[in-house]
């Protein structure tokens, strides 16, 4: 069974500048999860999503948004991009929201501002 | 909300002995709980879970232990290699709540 696969593996931008980031969950998850890994500062939740719908966001600027497509793969769009949005950017899937289930991990978008 | 604190940063243990990571949690409504490694470059690797109506649950090599009374969280890892060396995280999650909220990791190195 094929794990959660995020892309690209390694991306270097600018200040000012937007990214997009993918993940594509395990066969059969609904819900996906982002989260931001700086160093230093463990896993913080940026935004949950399940069914096509935003469900949860954590205590992140508007310019961090995404979206869940049918096949509920889903994207991360990080928009006027500063140097301390520089981090791991970890994607993480679960069997639904019906109850407590485990989520897991892709190995991340390592995002790199200069 | 929900903290989590982590009680060592960084653990060393000798090969073969066993290991023991803490963690402490702030919510007592709280119910669900995870463990994941993670090695360098790599992302967490879920290593087992526990739910509030349990207090010990064993996996390979590995047991979880809840009190709740203290609100602590211990992963024990028998016979410790070297493979074991990485980052551990612990993660909780309140009743009805889909969002973890993780601790900042230890970091166990083994020493051959």
């Known amino acids: 069974e094929a794990g959660v696969t995020q892309s690209p593996t390694h991306l270097i931008k600018t200040r000012g500048q937007q990214v997009t980031l993918r993940c594509s969950p395990i066969?059969?998850?609904?819900?996906v999860y982002w989260y931001q890994q700086a160093l230093g500062l463990g896993l913080q939740f940026l935004l949950w999503?399940?069914?096509?719908?935003?469900?949860n966001r954590g205590n992140f600027p508007p310019r961090f948004s995404g979206r869940q497509f049918p096949n509920y793969s889903s994207e991360l769009n990080v928009n006027a991009l500063e140097l301390e949005d520089s981090a791991l950017y970890l994607c993480?899937?679960?069997?639904?929201?019906?109850?407590?289930?485990?989520?897991?991990f892709g190995d991340g978008t390592r995002l790199s501002i200069l | 909300g929900e903290s989590v604190g982590l009680h060592l940063p960084t653990l060393s243990v000798q090969e073969g002995d066993n290991s023991i990571i803490n963690c402490a949690y702030s919510?007592?409504?709280?119910?669900?709980f995870i463990w994941y490694k993670q090695e360098s470059g790599k992302g967490p690797q879920f290593i087992i879970d526990?739910?509030?109506?349990?207090d010990k649950r064993q996996g390979q090599r590995v047991t979880v232990l809840l009190n709740k009374t203290v609100k602590h969280l211990s992963l024990q890892i028998a016979a410790t290699q070297p493979g074991d060396s990485a980052v551990y995280f612990c993660?909780?999650?309140?009743?009805?709540?889909?969002?973890?909220?993780f601790g900042k990791g230890t970091k166990l190195s083994v020493i051959p």
């Open positions: 993480a899937s679960s069997l639904g929201s019906n109850s407590n289930q485990p989520q897991h």
């Open positions: 066969s059969g998850h609904t819900s």
């Open positions: 999503y399940d069914e096509g719908e935003e469900r």
């Open positions: 919510n007592s409504a709280s119910d669900y």
């Open positions: 526990i739910r509030s109506n349990m």
């Open positions: 993660a909780v999650a309140g009743a009805g709540s889909y969002q973890l909220t």
